[in-house]
């Protein structure tokens, strides 16, 4: 087993260390790739209001989970654990030990690796890890790296690696934390970084969330789920705006609701009964049972305490996921897009997809009996309220009481 470890400070985690990271996994052919955010970095002290140790993993989680190679990629809070500084050759015998025999490599930019024989125990080090750098801005010397390489082997007997990276990113956090201060920088950040920054005031930002601009919003909204699932969040926000415009619905309405949909997704069973109980969410025998049918619910919530949306935005979003009779336009439009924005691939959404922009309430009839039919193949029981949904649509369809 080949691991890479990638030391930080992390503060915060950039394009930079995910283009170096994406590279080096590659070039060095490594099975498994392990982030280490330092809890007290060794050789610098961080700025005074700098984010909490806790906060530095949950950004360096966002950021790796951005790569989209959840089995290959991790992050290890490690040096979390351990009282002092955080001294990379404890680290490494900490990798050394859980698996002795896993070649490990660590990972490092032009200038960690030229003043590696400073650290503590660079013996120890150089002993349990091959050493992997990278420039980091253009204007390094790929000659001086070859100069500290070789010097590193005759000192330490290290083994060495000098990757030169097809693409720099020439940030540092240094930079990135001052051009935060100023409103800008966010385009050296993963989205989901950025908006865990906003969600929680880092850096000296204290946006009003409940006046969020798209971009901003966005940024919030996939900082509370995996990165996975952006793709299918941004496919339901621009479908939601496009089937708002052949409507005649509220465009911007659509592009919030499609945004904030599923915000609460990924959150466990007890987390999501703990909101509707702060929210007063009434749920019924179904409900308590099927973690599934609470993020519409809780999601609404969060999206209209946290992010200020008005309350047709609030109920599209409570109703995405089982509709309901008598829907609302903008409910319509949330539940059809998010069942057949251009991500979703089964048979049939090509139909529903013409018929999304030909008849509305025959696609939204039509995602219903989808929905019915594929929980009566998979013996799950099915909400009361998509039937509803259904009898609905199929009077108002057809002018006859179904
Ligand atoms: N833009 C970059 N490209 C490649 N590697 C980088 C880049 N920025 C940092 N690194 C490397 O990533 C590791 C962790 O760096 P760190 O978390 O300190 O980020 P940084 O941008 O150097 O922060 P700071 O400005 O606080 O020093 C170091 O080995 C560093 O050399
Ligand atoms: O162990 C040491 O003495 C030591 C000295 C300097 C840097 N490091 C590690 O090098 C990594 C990169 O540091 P930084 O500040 O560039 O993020 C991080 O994991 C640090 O803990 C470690």
Redesign the pocket.
């Known amino acids: 087993m080949k691991l890479g470890i ?6 915060p ?2 394009l ?2 995910l ?2 990271a994406r590279f080096a996994l590659e070039a060095l052919g490594l099975d498994q790739l392990v982030f280490v955010p330092a809890a007290t970095p060794p050789h ?1 002290n961080l700025p005074t209001d700098s984010p909490s140790p806790q906060d530095r993993v949950a950004m360096m989680e966002l950021a790796a989970d951005s790569l989209l190679l959840p089995k290959q990629v991790s992050v290890s809070d490690i040096e979390l654990a351990r009282a002092g500084k955080s001294y990379t050759a404890d680290t490494v015998t900490q990798f050394h030990q859980k698996d002795p025999r896993a070649e490990l490599w660590l ?6 690796f030229l003043t590696l024989q400073n650290w503590w125990e660079p013996e120890v080090i150089t002993r349990l890890a091959g050493i992997c750098t ?1 420039a ?1 801005a253009q204007s390094d010397s790929v000659e001086q790296l070859e100069r500290q390489a070789n010097y590193l082997e005759q000192t330490f007997g290290a083994r060495t690696r000098v990757l030169q ?1 097809p693409e ?9 934390r001052a051009m935060l201060a100023r409103g800008e920088g966010q385009d050296y950040l993963a989205p989901a970084v950025y908006g865990y920054i906003l969600r929680h005031g880092l850096y000296g930002l204290h946006p009003d969330l409940k006046h969020l601009p798209d971009r901003e919003l966005r940024a919030c909204s996939y900082s509370m789920i995996r990165a996975k699932r952006i793709a299918h969040v941004r496919g339901t926000e621009e479908e939601a705006v496009r089937l708002a415009a052949r409507w005649g619905a509220d465009q911007e309405k659509a592009r919030r609701a499609g945004i904030l949909h599923d915000c609460t997704k990924y959150l466990e069973m007890e987390e999501q009964l703990q909101l509707c109980r702060k929210y007063g969410i009434v749920l019924d025998d179904l409900e308590q049972q099927a973690v599934k049918l609470l993020h519409s619910k809780t999601g609404a919530c969060v999206a209209r305490d946290v992010y200020g949306v008005s309350d047709d935005i609030y109920w599209a979003i409570f109703w995405h996921t089982t509709g309901k009779a008598d829907m609302t336009l903008l409910e319509k439009i949330l539940y059809i897009a998010d069942y057949m924005e251009p991500n979703r691939d089964f048979p049939g959404v090509e139909r529903l997809r013409k018929l999304a922009y030909e008849d509305l309430d025959q696609a939204v009839l039509a995602g219903c009996e989808m929905s019915i039919q594929e929980m009566a193949d998979r013996k799950l029981p099915v909400h009361s309220n998509t039937l509803r949904a259904r009898d609905w649509l199929r009077k108002e369809t057809t002018g006859k009481e179904p």
Not at 6 to 11: A, L, Q, R
Not at 168 to 174: L, Q
């Open positions: 990638y030391g930080g400070t992390f503060n985690p950039h930079g260390h283009a170096a610098k990972l490092m930019g032009t200038d960690m990278f980091r990276l720099i990113v020439e940030v540092s956090s240094t930079q990135l």
